[in-house]
């Protein structure tokens, strides 16, 4: 089954850094641009920030401009989420999914979703 699986997440205190990874099992991820999404309890899950393959990158929310960097390494399969200065209200579970090519502000244009990371920011 194609997946991509995330990793990196855990408790932190407010104004924090944490680094999430997003690694792809069984394909490769050089066609793809992938996205970060995150989805709080009672809440629909948003978009944070995605990266085309020709590595054009886009966030979502203001919130997390200037806080956010979404960066990919192709020989490690891989791409990363740098999230620096947290907040509480970023807690939520993060997920990665695939989309070929180009990013997309629709979040139901992705797919290979992974199973999440929680991420937790105490206050």
């Known amino acids: 089954q194609l997946q991509l699986v995330e990793s990196g997440g855990g408790l932190v205190q407010s104004g924090g850094s944490l680094r999430l990874s997003c690694a792809a099992s069984?394909?490769?991820?050089?066609?793809?641009?992938i996205g970060w999404f995150r989805q709080a309890p009672g809440k629909e899950r948003e978009g944070v920030s995605c990266i085309s393959r020709n590595e054009g990158s886009i966030n979502y929310a203001d919130s997390m401009k200037g806080r956010f960097t979404i960066s990919r390494d192709n020989a490690k399969n891989t791409v990363y989420l740098q999230m620096n200065s947290l907040k509480p209200e970023d807690t939520a579970v993060y997920y990665c999914?695939?989309?070929?090519?180009?990013?997309?502000?629709?979040?139901?244009?992705?797919?290979?979703w992974g199973r999440g990371t929680q991420v937790t920011v105490s206050s």
């Open positions: 069984k394909f490769t991820l050089d066609y793809y641009a």
């Open positions: 999914a695939r989309r070929w090519g180009s990013c997309s502000g629709d979040v139901s244009d992705f797919g290979s």
